[in-house]
Each structure stands twice: as C-alpha cells, then as structure tokens.
C-alpha cells in the first residue's frame, strides 16, 4: 500500500503474536508511560516512607507511651512496597492477557509492513494503516519494537525474533526517525 512519500515497505515482518508477547509489551508500555509507573520507583517511595516513620519512632515515644501507630504505618508503607515491586506487574501482565484473549484477531499470523510514516498491519481478515503521528510513542525492547496509543491498536508490536541483525537496525533507525523524541530504548 502506497503512503504518502511513495515507495515499498522499508520493511516487512511476518509474525504471530503470542499472549505472553501481548502481557510483556503491555507491561513494558504502561512502565515507560510515566517513572512513577514503574515497579522500583513505586516500591522505593513506600520503602523510603517506612524509613522515615522509623525514624521518626524516638520523636513519637517522646510525647506518646506507646508507639504502635508508627509501628502500624511502617507495616503498612512495607505492605505497600511488596504489592507495588511484586504483586502488581503480574497483575498487570494477567491483565494483559486478558486483552488479548479478547479480540481472535490478534493471535492470527499477521504481516506488519513498515513505511516511512506508516505501518500496514495486514492478517487474513483485516488491513490496517496508522499512522506514526496516531501513536504516542515506541519503545525497543530487548525482544519487540511495541508502538502504543494507535488508533486501530491499542498496541503495535513487532518482534525481533528470528530477524537478523541488519533487518533488526533498519527497523530501528526507521521507528526512531519517525517518532524522534517519543522513541526509547530500554535494555529488556
């Protein structure tokens, strides 16, 4: 399909996504929206606060005889840190797999083509064209380019899986030119 400047695809990927690459993109997406989405930041805020109301127990005992109040916001700010550094990004993940076992449409073998300022996502029963400019941004992953915020997809995912190295990099200049500032690059 044609773009706008003209030409073939940069790049054409065929490829079936799996529940487990729609959770880890899903995952991977809703971490690199924001810092504080992410695990370690979230688990380090409720770690720093539980810190702090230790430290504030000496202060406490002095006007009050008992300090089970500190104690109580300490297990809870503790409570918090394990939910948000260990329970949350499987729940998150679980999530994730729930949407995809919602629409069929995803798991059929699909083409992806890559264009200068578009992508064509093509499967035995749909043709989609976005735009670079309908998604909010792409991260490369260690496994996947995943675009999200797309008009028609929530979530564009291409896999490196069995792509070699020069197909990998012509991918990359061409997803990092067309979202210039909006692009990231994480090391998993």
């Not at 260690?142 to 012509?170: C, H, M, T, W």
Request: charged share 20%; aromatic share 14%.
């Amino acid at each position: 399909m044609p773009t706008f400047y003209g030409g073939g695809p940069i790049e054409t990927v065929s490829q079936t996504i799996s529940s487990e690459d729609y959770a880890n993109a899903y995952y991977a997406a809703y971490c690199a929206s924001s810092p504080l989405r992410r695990r370690w930041v979230r688990a380090g805020i409720f770690l720093s606060a539980a810190i702090v109301i230790a430290s504030c127990i000496p202060c406490y005992r002095a006007h009050f005889s008992t300090f089970w109040v500190p104690c109580g916001g300490i297990v809870l700010a503790l409570a918090l840190c394990f939910l948000f550094g260990f329970v949350q990004p499987n729940d998150l993940k679980k999530w994730g797999a729930r949407l995809y076992r919602s629409n069929a449409l995803w798991s059929i073998p699909q083409q992806v083509e890559i264009y200068r300022d578009s992508v064509v996502i093509k499967n035995s029963y749909e043709q989609i064209l976005e735009y670079w400019t309908d998604f909010s941004m792409c991260m490369e992953t260690g496994s996947a380019f995943i675009a999200a915020g797309g008009r028609e997809r929530e979530l564009l995912i291409i896999k490196k899986q069995d792509l070699p190295n020069e197909r990998v990099e012509a991918i990359s200049a061409a997803l990092s030119g067309a979202f210039a500032a909006r692009y990231l690059k994480s090391g998993h």
